[in-house]
């Protein structure tokens, strides 16, 4: 068992062409054969470190690129980091690609497969400027989430079967999914545990969330019985499921999304099909001008779930963010959500602040900086109360820092009320996508940069666009500004239980709803609308300028219509200058 | 709710108090209630945080000094910092006093008593030097263990009544223990959750382990079902309690020892008392001198734990090891355990190896430098194979690193085997001491230092006395090279499932136990043996030299005898040099 040195030959080989290429091209072309990474079902981690050392000390324009083939990457040997990933879970993480402070790279996967095993970060990119991913795909070996099909349902229980894909025990009286034997890890399979939160029904045929299916929250599991073969009853006091169809046991965090991006610039993802994930799919924060097209979100195999939260989601990011020609399907929350950071303000003395991110999934997020402005925020009414300017940053741990500002803090804000930095507000352009098949909303538009949502068929079974935004719960910024959505099919939306309208606003407004304007300006033209029931088109409140017009909406079958007893289309509170042109 | 400034005067004459003490007796004598530290059950970690950064900066010799009165403390404010202590869980920790750098403190309570709320971690010592604390306690507002009171015991299940000071709800068919109200806190006490990992029975009356009991491990919690008032009908398979007996719910995570003491010198704890914490009372890794005197561990009111894991617990220390006239009671593990840490060889190339913290809980554990001479071990055998000098360690993760050395590793030596540092094993004197009531055993003895156990008393439910070691599962470096047990009382010991004598042997040796002696040198004398039945006093295998004499043997009723078919009193194999001398 004993390695032995290679000769170092190769090596100086390697050097001596990376200097040739990079002198000749201006452009290094790195091939990862070359620095021992395998498509031989190995753990090609350590290799790829060397790749990505080569990658930084060549300078100028990186292409790393791999010969097609299958690739493995398991924890091991991956270097690890603390991450603060908003809207993820924090936590020291072991990645394999881990990016940090490179610039002018290119990974080629040229049509390759990359299959990442166990508890491991795919890839993160931080500090970095001019990224490029493209041409590859990336699975998970062992998914993070879990699946049962429904072969009876009772009140309070059901029998599942759970395929071999899902190993699992009943241990003790409760349902606990475990690891899958595989040579490249180290851990007793049998002693992994793969956390569930929550149960959500899919309809096998349809492989989308059954018609109006919920969310059944757990505590810490199923209590469950083993029967026969892989069949196990689970206990669940509201569980009521259709026979034939998937139970979807949730991954109860968010640790290991496949792309984490955060204070770089210029990152673009072409042609990345993300199969499977421990958290969302592309996360973006603080950073300038992500770009993510010709991709695809979608699940591997027999799999109901790709993702296991959001396919992708932007925040307090800058430049512009382009979601163009993508599938997201079969992602366990929203296809996006493109929002600020809102931090409650703890205590005020004078000129000083202590503030606080409240969410637990913000933790740690590098929110302010001095010489930034920001605005502060009614923690209930959501309007503008005052600006200021920061000129000290003081961070007394991950989620409280104490601010200083150039005035005496307006005498207008209170403790409980919200401040967010005022940013150069990105261009969102979310164009030629396809949305289905996912748990909750299509996208979440909340951002106050010019927002073009354009030629994308939806099928979500929740609302398929949001206006969300709130300073109490998850204090995520959010308000449009320019907002036109055109060209766009609405597709038998809202089959589920996920919102309101088809396009809805839930901003969390508590009080002065008569002045309160959250979001502002919003073109609604050009799209169809196919719809199975009386559902709402359009529920706003807080709105000032929306236009409705040239919008045409088809009646169709497709799910059993609901009893709407009052059907009204278009619900408008609380809000001026709206103009609906059937 | 607005704050205002409060003058800067106090802070003027502080600083000006703070120079004169320092000037007149070199020592600078720090009044905590100066800078805003108040004992009116506010959370004082802010205004400790002034007293530290105070003492830093003062220079020379500190007392912080508390005036005597009850001061509590919250997460809220405290700085963090990403803790690897061995033993214990590591992770990004909320640290109140975070004495990191610090030389020459003395902290005393003057009969103070600390109570700390949430998710917190009391007390951490890094890289400092000469610290003293004395003279206060130190308690948890919610307790990290919850309790319950055996009302019936049937096949599968039991019906317990949870005290006031465990809240907890059924959720799901789950019992769940949550927090505390405590207007310190900011969380949702609904929400927070106290993980559990097992059952264990305590005697209610003896406020000990019950005779016999036995761990019930877990998967994620208990089935249960909430009947009236505070009554659960809980399920396990195995469960058999006596009614009446206190089934203790033991903490899934040691995640917030109360001093954890990293890299330090000369570290003393006198009158101290450890009421509760979440993890070990007292950790010692890296450090050299660490001395507790004095000091207690017990539970505070009706509780019956007082810490969640071992009281004390040192990890490749130096220097000496003092624990001299403390009681050690009612906490969920060990007394003690003086360990090394071996790492596993993953792979050798030449003068380079790749090792491995395998148990995860020594994860991050920073046990190499160059410089330093490290032997090399037989993973079965624990027989030293050759030594080395490493001249370079590259740590990879918190779990492998690369390390080169001086010449070739010798070929004796194969993947899986261990390697551990050669050091100036610190000397043992343990002397004094009370041990009972605990989970486990009394003591685990695993240094090659002179070791010193005289005139304690031993009440353990397992073996008294521990010789551990192991290379394949806790990778913890044992075996005594002089070891002198003389004058202590071992007082009913064994009356639980811990160990198999009342001085015991159970080092992880797996071949080679002709040859291997992991062992060696105890004497055994002028001890006291009060036994209840024919529980053998010793057992050994791999010891060269020990010396029973003048040991006393005393037969009592204090428990029911266990039906024994073939006595031993000493059970002795694979050793040489065995002098027994009745």
Not at 18 to 37: C, L, M, P, Q, R
Not at 174 to 196: A, E
Not at 276 to 295: E, F, P, T, W, Y
Not at 339 to 349: A, K, L, P, R
Request: proline share 4%; glycine share 8%; charged share 25%.
């Amino acid at each position: 068992m004993r390695k032995y040195k290679r000769t170092s030959m190769k090596k100086l080989l390697v050097i001596l062409l990376v200097a040739f290429a990079n002198f000749s091209f201006g452009k290094t072309e790195i091939n990862v054969a070359d620095y021992g990474v395998k498509g031989d079902g190995s753990d090609s981690t350590a290799a790829v470190q060397k790749v990505l050392a080569a990658a930084k000390s060549a300078g100028g324009d990186v292409v790393i690129k791999f010969p097609k083939g299958r690739y493995d990457f398991a924890p091991n040997y991956a270097p690890e980091e603390y991450l603060f990933i908003s809207n993820n879970d924090e936590g020291l993480k072991r990645i394999v690609f881990n990016l940090n402070g490179y610039e002018n790279i290119t990974i080629d996967g040229q049509g390759s497969d990359f299959i990442f095993h166990g508890f491991v970060n795919p890839f993160s990119v931080k500090n970095s400027k001019n990224i490029n991913f493209k041409n590859f795909s990336v699975d998970v070996f062992r998914p993070f989430h879990n699946e049962g099909i429904v072969l009876e349902s009772s009140p309070g229980s059901i029998v599942v079967e759970i395929p071999e894909e899902y190993p699992f025990e009943v241990q003790e009286g409760i349902l606990k999914f475990i690891g899958k034997p595989d040579p490249l890890l180290w851990d007793d399979p049998k002693k992994v545990d793969i956390p569930y939160r929550s149960l959500l029904e899919f309809d096998t045929k349809r492989r989308e969330t059954a018609y109006l299916a919920r969310d059944y929250w757990l505590n810490k599991g199923c209590p469950a019985e083993k029967l026969d073969g892989r069949k196990v009853r689970i206990r669940h006091s509201l569980a009521k499921f259709t026979p034939g169809n998937t139970v979807v046991f949730q991954y109860q965090y968010r640790n290991h999304p496949t792309f984490a991006v955060s204070k770089s610039e210029n990152v673009n993802f072409d042609n990345v099909t993300i199969y499977g994930a421990g958290g969302m799919g592309i996360l973006g924060q603080n950073s300038r001008d992500i770009r993510v097209r010709n991709c695809k979100v979608t699940p591997s195999g027999n799999r109901m779930i790709s993702c296991t939260a959001d396919a992708t989601h932007f925040v307090n990011c800058e430049g512009e963010i382009v979601l163009d020609s993508n599938l997201f399907e079969n992602q366990m929350d929203d296809a996006t959500n493109i929002h600020g950071i809102y931090e409650q303000i703890v205590s005020i003395d004078g000129d000083t602040a202590v503030t606080r991110l409240v969410h637990p999934q913000q933790h740690g997020f590098e929110t302010f900086e001095a010489g930034q402005k920001v605005e502060f925020v009614g923690g209930r009414s959501m309007k503008t109360l005052a600006e200021g300017k920061i000129t000290s940053v003081e961070r007394i741990n991950n989620e409280l820092k104490r601010l200083k500002f150039a005035e005496p803090v307006s005498d207008s804000v209170k403790p409980n009320d919200a401040i967010a930095v005022i940013r150069d507000y990105p261009e969102i352009k979310i164009t030629n996508n396809t949305i289905r098949r996912n748990r909750a909303r299509g996208m979440l538009l909340n951002c106050r940069g010019k927002t073009l949502v354009e030629n994308n068929l939806f099928q979500a079974p929740g609302a398929a666009l949001l206006f969300e935004g709130d300073s109490c719960y998850w204090f995520e910024q959010g308000g449009v500004r320019d907002c036109t959505i055109r060209g766009n099919t609405f597709d038998n939306c809202r089959f589920g239980v996920w919102g309101k309208a088809i396009i809805d606003v839930a901003a969390g407004i508590k009080e002065d709803f008569e002045t309160s304007r959250y979001n502002r300006n919003i073109l609604i033209e050009n799209n169809t609308f196919n719809v199975f029931d009386d559902t709402p088109l359009l529920n706003i409140y807080c709105v000032d300028g929306l236009v409705w017009r040239n919008n045409k909406v088809n009646k169709t079958s497709e799910y059993p219509a609901r009893d709407i007893k009052k059907p009204e289309p278009f619900i408008i509170k609380h809000s001026d200058n709206i103009k609906i042109d059937n």
